[in-house]
């Protein structure tokens, strides 16, 4: 039988796919690498063992070590501007030879830098940060920081959501899987649905989510002391894109409530949507965001939070304290990959992308009847297969398989929640390498029989 519910965040590699996948790269230097990496590291879900050996990375591709080539449409979600940047590159090696590491107590000109400019690209009075070495921690920082303010320590959060895996994060997020067999949590973490337009139960006519923000507030008036809701704006792994009236309502409750709004968009942001950041389509403006992942442009561990100027209040506590804080590589890569991001206008790209892949995603969609639904924005999509489009029964072994097909023909993405495949390149791939990609998606999809 599909184990469906262990399904959830990405694929996983103890299912019998992940085994026959394993009789595709059977060179014996990659069979000796793979079973040293399963020797010596802990074995954990969606990590080892692994999939495959790397040995470099370029654009959009990552090679392995008998030069087989994927095009990465996952990568982290730290490739926005695509792996090996040379203008990046350039950026961090040359901060390499001068000043490689910041003790903390001590200032540094890239890490002043990178927090003047984040704050210049947000609106109202958002321009205080906090660097991390890590979205989890900036996600640790924001909760911290949203108890200080607010002096309520409970926080609203969705089911299935993912902030991060330590434990405060995965006490704060919806997935239950990161949760099980951990013992006692942070308390007073309340969970709502997520507004889901497809399948979800309190979904009504298409595109309807509102029922899921009411929620929100019948939760912060039956429980009381609610100082925060996080949630990613559109969240990444099974691309939920939520209404303009789901956001105008969530953030005019949050305010009626005193009840902070800490917006994870540590996988999206920075262009992902076609907006330097997620919220920017639905005109709101956050009161913490979380950052990371494609902070470092791929090359070096980055994240921070952005809140606002009147949250300076936390003199006496330290809300992070890490060791690598104001990293100076982490801000001299972050500081390029904006300066990469506005030179190109890869945003405008991204909006370009977006509409080129909606034609052909709903070509597919109407083509193969495996497709239940299509969604996405900027170059972010899914695609969630089905056994039947009626039921939606979800079709779990056939998404693994395609993804398995894909990967065997150069291919690499994940699949969420079991059944849905998720389609974020690089930003500046080509439309040709779109193509291509999709190409091969179409060709694997057609190659499953239900
Ligand atoms: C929405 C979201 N929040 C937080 C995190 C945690 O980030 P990190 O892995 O850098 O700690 C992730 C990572 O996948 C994420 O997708």
Redesign the pocket.
């Known amino acids: 039988m599909p184990h469906a519910l262990n399904r959830t965040e990405g694929d996983i590699n103890l299912s019998s796919s992940r085994k026959g996948w394993y009789s595709v790269i059977n060179d014996a230097e990659t069979a000796r690498f793979l079973d040293e990496d399963a020797r010596y590291f802990l074995h954990q879900s969606l990590s080892t063992p692994c999939l495959d050996v790397l040995v470099s990375c370029e654009g959009i591709y990552l090679e392995d070590l008998q030069g087989k080539k994927y095009m990465d449409f996952h990568g982290?979600?730290v490739h926005q501007v695509g792996y090996r940047n040379a203008f990046v590159l350039d950026r961090v090696k040359a901060q390499m030879d001068s000043l490689p590491f910041s003790p903390r107590r001590y200032a540094n000109i890239p890490a002043i830098e990178l927090a003047k400019k984040l704050g210049s690209l947000f609106p109202e009075d958002l321009n205080r940060v906090l660097f991390a070495p890590?979205?989890?921690?900036a996600?640790s920082m924001a909760l911290k920081l949203a108890r200080i303010v607010t002096g309520k320590h409970k926080v609203i959060s969705l089911w299935d959501s993912?902030?991060?895996?330590s434990l405060d994060?995965i006490s704060a997020g919806g997935e239950r899987d990161f949760r099980k067999g951990m013992g006692p949590l942070i308390p007073g973490v309340e969970r709502i649905p997520p507004p889901t337009t497809y399948r979800g139960p309190f979904a009504g006519s298409a595109g309807d989510d509102m029922a899921y923000a009411e929620y929100l507030e019948y939760v912060i008036e039956k429980e009381g002391d609610i100082g925060a809701f996080i949630i990613?704006t559109i969240r990444?792994?099974d691309v939920q894109i939520p209404s303009q009236a789901y956001w105008t309502k969530i953030r005019e409750i949050c305010t009626r409530h005193q009840v902070l709004l800490i917006l994870?968009e540590?996988?999206i942001a920075f262009g992902r949507t076609g907006k330097m950041f997620a919220f920017e389509h639905y005109n709101i403006a956050p009161d913490i965001v979380?950052l990371?992942?494609g902070l470092g442009a791929g090359v070096i561990?980055m994240?921070a939070i952005v809140a606002r100027e009147s949250f300076n209040i936390a003199h006496e506590v330290s809300l992070g304290h890490f060791t690598f804080e104001k990293n100076p590589l982490g801000s001299v890569a972050a500081l390029a990959m904006l300066e990469y991001i506005e030179q190109h206008n890869l945003l405008i790209k991204v909006r370009e992308d977006a509409i080129f892949m909606k034609e052909q995603l709903d070509r597919m969609h109407q083509k193969h009847s495996i497709i239940g639904d299509v969604r996405g924005i900027g170059l972010l999509w899914g695609i969630e297969l089905v056994k039947d489009r009626h039921t939606k029964e979800k079709a779990v072994f056939e998404a693994e398989k395609i993804m398995y097909e894909c990967l065997h023909r150069g291919l690499s993405f994940k699949v969420s929640q079991g059944n849905v495949i998720q389609l974020s390149p690089p930003l500046t791939i080509t439309r040709d390498e779109l193509s291509e990609a999709l190409n091969i998606l179409e060709q694997s999809i057609g190659s499953i029989t239900i």
């Open positions: 982290n979600n890590g979205g989890t921690s996600v993912f902030h991060g895996a994060a990613e990444n792994t994870d540590i996988p979380c990371g992942k561990p994240a």
